[in-house]
């Protein structure tokens, strides 16, 4: 593992008890960081917290509600003093189906989790980061959000809204300390896996030049760097993890 310094700094994770968001906060830790879990499941973040360590603590966070994401961040500050780093990385998939069967309900879920999710996390977080004169965001974004994967219009369309969040907070933030990049990964096999069809795995995969998916130490290894003082002139930008799919 190459070793990156994030040594007394601290990160707020979103979807930290599992999957990405887990593997991300794994990579912070180990790069001499703290962490706290933000997860709507509060058992299960605890449980994360518990295996990462004296390092890592939990909060039940829906990141939907602006209320429970401004009380997380009030007990964040609390707790750790600052938030050096943000990492949206909530998210759900949605049903894997045609634009004219999509339930409106389900839609709207996609859109309030992937999208305002982050724009909420973001807006609360980031005044505490101006304050302070330094902080990094980095919002898990997809190659669904350039490609638009069919039969996942809610989750495509709600991951191109990611990245053009980021453009233009990253934008309004360039004359500070702070500095906002996006990822967008090909599909990392996690348990995010449940909520989909094994046809839609399988279209994913059959897009992947590599011919395997992609994995949480690879996708962890780059948010980390993007959350450290050395991503210092890039902001507003969209990093890919693909494998080779993205052509743009």
Known sequence: MNQLDF??????????????????????????????????????????????????????????????????????????????????????????????????????????????????CCREVVGQMRTQGYGR?????????????????????????????????GKELADTGVRVNCVTPAAVKTAIFDQMTAEHIAFMLSKIPMGRFGTVDEIAALVAWLCTEDCSFSTGATFDLSGGRSTY
């Open 137 to 169: 965001i980095v919002n898990i974004a997809s190659v669904a959000g350039k490609d638009g994967n069919p039969n996942a219009s809610a989750y495509s369309a709600s991951k191109a809204g990611v990245i053009a969040l980021t453009k233009s907070l």
């Open 7 to 120: 040594q007394g700094r601290h990160a707020v994770v979103t979807g930290g008890a599992t999957g990405l968001g887990f593997g991300i906060a794994q990579r912070l830790l180990a790069s001499g960081g703290s962490v706290s879990l933000w997860d709507r499941d509060f058992d299960a973040a605890a449980k994360a917290a518990a295996a990462l360590g004296a390092k890592a603590h939990a909060l039940a966070v829906d990141v939907s509600q602006q209320p429970s994401v401004a009380k997380a961040v009030a007990a964040t500050l609390a707790h750790a003093g600052r938030i050096d780093a943000l990492v949206n990385s909530a998210g759900i998939t949605g049903p894997n189906t045609k634009v004219w069967d999509y339930p409106v309900d389900a839609w709207r879920q996609v859109m309030e989790v992937n999208l305002t999710g982050v724009f909420i």
